[in-house]
């Protein structure tokens, strides 16, 4: 399609962290991007989409020269899309710069510093009609749009696209549940819209993966929709392995988990949050630790491998949860684990209670990645958490385990097989192995790298006491 109004677009995710661990196990792109830009090319405009990591490089002058910047971010690279928005600025001061995503519709009129026109909500119902001219307002509030009128995404637009090893997909958004800590249901709602089954093969069909990662943010909350879904999946024909997020409770349905198995499932996500009844609890996660094991055993019995997610430095963790949590993911045989440190997002209940009790350490957003403390938990000190995060990785991912599941791989499987019962024991593999080595790396590298942030959390402690100390010996003076 050809227009006189033709426009050059650029779409930048940025980078986070070099060393940020989650990432450099999984360099995928946001959907969203890929999403706004194709609706853009098929209205005839020059589109392309640039995803930092994938492109292992910063943006520079030369990506920028177009008419219409389009950035996104998370909190933790939303001062990199501020920077970007500078140096496109600039050079070509006329420029359009539109900025959207979970952060500024949180924190709009930050973002207004740095943008022609925010997107407050989900920017497909609109992008058309601000690049094209027709929306001139500098915040824009959307609706929630129907997934259905998604076109198929092309990834033929993203620079570097060839060098995903998984293809990303999305048939949901919105969440029922709410989370106290997870700004989905701020920004999705919570109801649970669904991309069509038929949709979902079409872009099956298109895109041909090998394997596909469903972003969904809880992919199985309809349990009528995902029995479907796996049966086509199974009678398309289509060859491909997929994994996606999904809730604990899931696995009160173990046929459903057998024939999504069946179907090509080889690896969920998921979000345990927390060994501690009272923290799941505080969470208002609605599951219970006895039905984090019952689900393990579940995915583990269908040879589903897991990568289980848990947050530290709820009001009702101390410093034993550290070690505890650790040990428990060994015991049960949790493939991979990513532990996080309670991240307050602006938009959930919990930056809302901190930010009103003076807890929030700074408002430094590159910090807000679940890798640092950055605020004040109440059974230990910023430092401890930090610390106690560093621990929990260290022993999950050492060297020692790491060996230890190689060799078990190298022992037990060929038994197993010899024994005809190959298919009911799970030991480790050399993926986990693989895993671990890397993660241990990794953590070596972040604690590097951040050494100046430990020390910033040390001097706090520092003062805190000096303070305490001051004010005991000179009570006037407080």
């Not at 972003?215 to 029995?227: E, K, M, V």
């Not at 630790?289 to 055993?297: F, G, P």
């Given at each position: 399609m050809l227009r006189k109004d033709k426009k050059k677009v650029v779409f930048v995710e940025p980078r986070g962290a070099d060393d940020n661990f989650f990432s450099r196990f999984l360099t995928l792109p946001l959907m969203g991007p890929i999403y706004l830009a194709t609706i853009l090319k098929k209205r005839g405009h020059d589109v392309k989409v640039l995803n930092e990591h994938l492109l292992r490089r910063d943006v520079n002058m030369n990506d920028l020269d177009v008419d219409v910047l389009c950035i996104t971010g998370l909190t933790q690279t939303i001062n990199r899309s501020y920077e970007i928005a500078r140096l496109f600025k600039l050079q070509n001061p006329s420029g359009k710069v539109i900025i959207g995503g979970i952060h500024v519709s949180m924190m709009h009129e930050e973002a207004a510093q740095f943008a022609d026109h925010v997107v407050i909500g989900e920017g497909e119902p609109v992008i058309a009609d601000i690049v094209e001219g027709r929306i001139t307002d500098k915040f824009v509030r959307t609706e929630h749009i129907n997934l259905d009128d998604y076109p198929t995404p092309d990834f033929r637009l993203l620079e570097n696209y060839q060098k995903m090893y998984i293809t990303p997909m999305i048939t949901s958004r919105g969440c029922p549940f709410d989370c106290n800590f997870c700004a989905v249901t701020q920004m999705y709602g919570k109801k649970y819209r669904t991309l069509s089954i038929e949709n979902t093969m079409?872009?099956?069909?298109?895109?041909?993966?090998?394997?596909?990662?469903?972003?969904?943010?809880?992919?199985?909350?309809?349990?009528?929709?995902?029995?479907?879904?796996?049966?086509?999946?199974?009678?398309?024909?289509?060859?491909?392995?997929?994994?996606?997020?999904?809730?604990?409770?899931?696995?009160?349905?173990?046929?459903?988990?057998?024939?999504?198995?069946?179907?090509?499932?080889?690896?969920?996500?998921?979000?345990?949050?927390?060994?501690?009844?009272?923290?799941?609890?505080?969470?208002?996660?609605?599951?219970?630790?006895?039905?984090?094991?019952?689900?393990?055993?579940v995915f583990h019995d269908n040879n589903i491998n897991i990568h289980g997610m848990f947050i530290f430095g709820s009001d009702d963790d101390d410093r034993k949860v550290f070690l505890r949590t650790s040990e428990f993911c060994n015991e049960h045989g949790i493939n991979s684990t990513q532990f996080a440190i309670l991240v307050p997002l602006p938009g959930t209940q919990i930056y809302n209670d901190l930010e009103q009790q003076g807890r929030l350490l700074h408002k430094v957003w590159h910090y807000y990645d679940a890798l640092h403390a950055v605020y004040r938990p109440k059974k230990m000190t910023p430092l401890e958490l930090q610390e106690g995060m560093l621990d929990a990785f260290n022993d999950f991912y050492s060297y020692s385990r790491a060996m230890n599941d190689a060799l078990n791989t190298l022992f037990e499987y060929p038994v197993a097989a010899i024994k005809g019962m190959y298919s009911q024991v799970r030991v480790p593999s050399f993926t986990n192995a693989g895993f671990r080595l890397m993660g241990a790396k990794i953590v070596r590298s972040w604690v590097k790298h951040n050494r100046d942030y430990m020390e910033f959390l040390g001097n706090l402690e520092l003062k805190k006491r000096a303070m305490s100390y001051l004010s005991q010996a000179n009570p006037t003076q407080q």
């Open positions: 079409k872009t099956l069909r298109s895109l041909q993966p090998k394997k596909v990662f469903f972003y969904d943010d809880n992919f199985a909350a309809l349990r009528s929709r995902t029995y479907e879904m796996v049966k086509r999946f199974k009678r398309s024909g289509l060859d491909f392995k997929w994994t996606a997020q999904v809730r604990t409770d899931l696995t009160k349905d173990p046929k459903l988990v057998e024939r999504m198995a069946d179907a090509g499932l080889y690896n969920v996500y998921v979000g345990f949050e927390s060994i501690n009844p009272a923290t799941l609890k505080r969470f208002n996660k609605a599951q219970g630790l006895q039905q984090i094991k019952d689900s393990i055993k």
